[in-house]
C-alpha cells in the first residue's frame, strides 16, 4: 500500500456512499484481526480485520454491550474475499438490537407518526439511507426484529416506535423475491407492524443490468436520492390480507409467458382457473373495488399481487440462481448428493460385472457418465441401452446416477415417454427408462431419436399454451430383452451404447439385497461415485461422437427389425442396379418375399436408410424419379445425362 492509497476499510465504505466524516459521526472503527479475535471471543484466531459498528439507543448513547463487526478479508494476505465466510459477526451471548444511525434525532422521530420510516437489512445501507435524508432502521439479519427464542415477536427497540398510522417501508435487496427466508420474515414482520397501526409496504428494488443484486446504498450510488425516493413512494401497500398470502408468494410464481403459477414444492405449472379450483377453501377478507369488505381466495388474491414473483420463462440452468440474470425461473433444485471422496469398489465391481469385464466400455461409460457432470447442463447425443437378465444389476447402476441428480433425474416407464404431455422432460437432466417395452415400433423411434438427439423440445403441458425449450436430458434405458428398444440398421443405431448385460446374477442375491444396498444408503455410496465422476479423466471422450460399436449393437438391430427393413438392409445383395425408380424396387421386394401386407409408402420409409433419393429427371421419353442404391455420393454428384444412360444400360436399353 502506498502513502496515498485510502485504508481498506474507507474503499469498502466508499462502496456505500460512505465518507470517512460518516465514519466519524457513526464512531466506526477498525479492528485488527486480533482485536476482532479478542472483542468476538472467537475459538480460532481470525485471519482478518473488521469494521466495528457501535449500535445506538434511540436517544443516541452508546449501547456498551451491543455491537457488530463487517469482516473483511485480505487478500494480500492469500484470504480469498469471494469466499462466502463469515461478513458479520457480534460478541457471544448479545441479543439482536435495532441498528439506529446517529445522524437521526430518532428520539423525536419515534413520536412522530407522520413520518416515514425505511426498515432495511444492514448497517451500511441504513446509513448510507439516513445520509440521504431518508430515515433508515438496520436490522441484523432479516429475522432480527424478533427473539424467537425468549418468545419477544417485537424486540424492545422497535416496540419503542409509536406506529399507529405510520408508513413503513420495507426494503431489502432486489432479490429478496428469489429468497424463502427473506419473504417470510418481511411476511412476518408487515403483520406485526400493522397489528401496531402501521401502513406497511414493500419497495421493489430493480436488479443491476447484468442481474446483480441492488441494495439500497447501491441504488443511492448508483442513482442518488431522487431515484431512491421514487422507488419508496412507488411502494405497494402490505396488507394485513397481504401478510396473510405470504405462504403463496414463497410458493409460487407466475411465468409470464405461459401465464402460469410455478409451484415451486412440486414442480407443478397452473393454469389461472386450475389454480384457484385447487384451492378454493383457502378464503380471506380483503377489500374489493368499491370499497366494501368481500371474501377471495388467497388464489385469487395471488394473481392480482403486484410484489408476487414472477419470471418470464422456465428454463433449466445448472448452477444459476432461482430467478437468473436474465429474468427467468430456473427448474434446477440443486444435486441430490454432496461429492464426498470415499469407496466406490461397489460401482466399479458392478460395472464389470455389467459390462461383462469389457474395460474399453466401462471407460466409456463412465465418461458418458462424468461428461454432464463435469458441464453442467450439456447435452450429449448419444445414450445408453442395456439389456440382460432380471435381477443382474440394470437397474442398480442407473439408480446410482439418479441418487446424483435429485430433482433433476427421472425414473420413467412407457407410457410417460409417450405421452401427448411432456412436461417432465423441461426440468429433468437425467433419465432412467426401466424395463422399457416399446411396443408401437415406429412411433417409438421417431420418439426415441427426439428425446436422445433433439437440442430443443416442444414442451406440452395440460391446460397450458405449448413452449419450446432445451433438451437437457440424458437418457439411460433398460429391458431385459435385446428387441426392446427399436435400432434401424443406419440411423438412431450410431446414437446408442448396447451393452449385453449377464443372463443370471453373477454375485450372490444378498450382494444385490444387503452389500449394495447398504453401501448405497448407510455408505452413502452415492457420493462417492459423484465425486469420481466429477474427478474422471475425460481425454479420448467427445460430447458429439458415435457411440462405440459392440456384438450387443448388431444383435439390437438385427432383432429390431421388420421384415421389410431386413429386406432393404440387404438391398445390394438383391440386386445389381445401381440406379432404380421405388416401384421398380417394391416389386423387386414383392415378387421376392411374398409380402402383400407392406404397402409403397412403408418401403419408401424404409429403402431411405440404405439408398439415396436423386430427384425426378428425364429418361428417354419418360419422367422418372431414380434412387442411387449403390455408390450414392458419386450418383449425386453426376449429371442427369449419365444417371439416364447409366439406368437404361443396366435395363439393356440405349
Not at 135 to 151: A, E, R, T, Y
Request: with cysteine; glycine share 8%.
Amino acid at each position: 500500500m502506498t502513502r496515498a492509497d485510502p485504508p481498506r476499510w474507507h474503499v469498502h465504505l466508499a462502496s456505500s456512499g460512505l465518507t470517512p466524516t460518516d465514519a466519524k459521526a457513526l464512531r466506526l472503527k477498525w479492528l485488527t484481526p486480533a482485536a476482532a479475535t479478542t472483542l468476538l471471543q472467537t475459538t480460532f484466531p481470525l485471519e482478518t480485520g473488521g469494521i466495528h459498528f457501535p449500535y445506538f439507543a434511540l436517544d443516541g448513547s452508546v449501547d456498551p454491550a451491543v455491537c457488530r463487526v463487517r469482516l473483511l478479508p485480505d487478500p494480500a494476505n492469500g484470504v480469498d474475499p469471494n469466499v462466502p465466510t463469515f461478513r458479520y459477526l457480534q460478541p457471544p451471548g448479545t441479543p439482536p438490537r435495532v441498528y439506529f444511525p446517529r445522524t437521526v434525532d430518532w428520539a423525536t422521530l419515534a413520536k412522530d407518526t407522520t413520518a416515514r420510516i425505511v426498515i432495511t437489512e444492514g448497517e451500511k445501507k441504513a446509513a448510507a439511507a439516513c445520509k440521504a435524508g431518508i430515515p433508515c432502521l438496520g436490522l441484523g439479519g432479516v429475522w432480527s426484529f424478533q427473539q424467537k427464542d425468549l418468545g419477544v415477536p417485537l424486540l424492545a427497540d422497535l416496540a419503542a416506535i409509536d406506529w399507529a398510522g405510520r408508513q413503513v417501508i420495507l426494503a431489502y435487496d432486489s432479490d429478496w423475491s428469489e429468497k424463502k427466508e427473506v419473504r417470510q420474515a418481511a411476511a412476518v414482520l408487515a403483520r406485526r407492524l400493522a397489528e401496531r397501526g402501521a401502513e406497511v409496504r414493500s419497495a421493489l428494488l430493480s436488479s443491476a443490468p447484468g442481474g446483480g443484486k441492488v441494495g439500497v446504498d447501491d441504488l443511492l450510488v448508483a442513482r442518488g436520492a431522487k431515484a431512491l425516493h421514487a422507488v419508496l413512494d412507488s411502494a405497494p401497500a402490505i396488507t394485513p390480507e397481504h401478510a396473510e398470502t405470504a405462504d403463496y408468494r414463497a410458493r409460487f410464481t407466475l411465468v409470464k409467458t405461459l401465464s402460469a403459477a410455478y409451484d415451486r414444492e412440486t414442480g407443478t405449472l397452473y393454469a389461472r382457473k386450475r389454480l384457484e379450483d385447487s384451492f378454493p377453501d383457502e378464503m380471506l377478507q380483503t377489500v374489493g373495488p368499491t370499497g366494501r369488505p368481500t371474501q377471495v381466495t388467497k388464489a385469487q388474491y395471488w394473481w392480482q399481487d403486484p410484489t408476487k414473483v414472477s419470471a418470464s420463462k422456465l428454463v433449466l440452468e445448472p448452477g444459476e440462481p432461482e430467478i437468473t440474470a436474465k429474468g427467468d425461473l430456473n427448474q434446477f433444485r440443486g444435486w441430490g448428493t454432496q461429492p464426498e471422496r470415499g469407496s466406490t469398489e461397489v460401482w466399479q465391481k458392478l460395472l464389470h460385472s455389467l459390462f461383462q469385464g469389457r474395460k474399453d466400455l466401462i471407460r466409456w461409460f463412465e465418461q458418458w457418465c462424468a461428461y454432464p457432470l463435469q458441464n453442467p447442463g450439456a447435452k450429449l447425443h448419444t445414450s445408453v441401452f442395456i439389456y440382460g437378465g432380471q435381477g443382474v444389476g440394470k437397474t442398480a447402476a442407473g439408480l446410482i446416477l439418479l441418487d446424483i441428480y435429485g430433482a433433476s433425474g427421472r425414473l420413467i416407464q412407457d407410457r410417460e415417454i409417450f405421452s401427448s404431455f411432456n412436461g417432465w422432460i423441461g426440468e429433468t437432466l437425467f433419465c432412467l427408462g426401466d424395463d422399457l417395452a416399446f411396443e408401437e415400433r415406429k412411433k417409438s423411434r421417431s420418439v426415441i431419436k427426439m428425446l436422445t438427439d433433439s437440442e430443443t423440445i416442444e414442451i406440452n403441458e395440460k391446460y397450458l399454451p405449448s413452449y419450446r425449450a432445451q433438451n437437457r436430458c440424458q437418457f439411460f434405458f433398460n429391458a431385459n430383452r435385446p428387441d426392446a428398444l427399436p435400432l434401424d440398421p443406419t440411423g438412431l443405431n450410431r446414437r446408442f451404447m448396447v451393452i449385453e448385460a449377464p443372463t443370471a446374477r453373477p454375485f450372490p442375491t444378498t450382494w444385490y439385497t444387503k452389500t449394495f444396498h447398504e453401501w448405497r444408503h448407510q455408505g452413502n455410496g452415492s457420493a462417492h461415485v459423484h465425486d469420481r465422476l466429477l474427478r474422471m479423466d475425460l481425454k479420448g471422450f467427445h460430447a458429439y461422437a458415435d457411440a462405440p460399436h459392440s456384438d450387443a449393437k448388431a444383435l439390437v438391430v438385427a432383432t429390431g427389425q421388420s421384415g421389410v427393413e431386413a429386406w432393404v438392409g440387404e438391398l445390394t445383395n438383391h440386386t445389381e442396379m445401381a440406379l432404380a425408380t421405388v416401384r421398380e424396387l417394391y416389386d423387386l421386394y414383392r415378387s421376392k418375399t411374398q409380402d402383400t401386407r407392406t404397402g409403397i409408402g412403408a418401403f419408401t420409409a424404409s429403402l431411405r436408410a440404405v439408398a439415396e433419393p436423386l430427384g425426378t429427371q428425364r429418361v428417354a421419353k419418360d419422367h422418372l424419379s431414380l434412387w442411387a442404391i449403390r455408390a450414392p455420393e458419386h450418383w449425386k454428384k453426376t449429371k442427369p445425362k449419365t444417371r439416364a444412360e447409366r439406368y437404361l444400360m443396366e435395363r439393356g436399353r440405349t
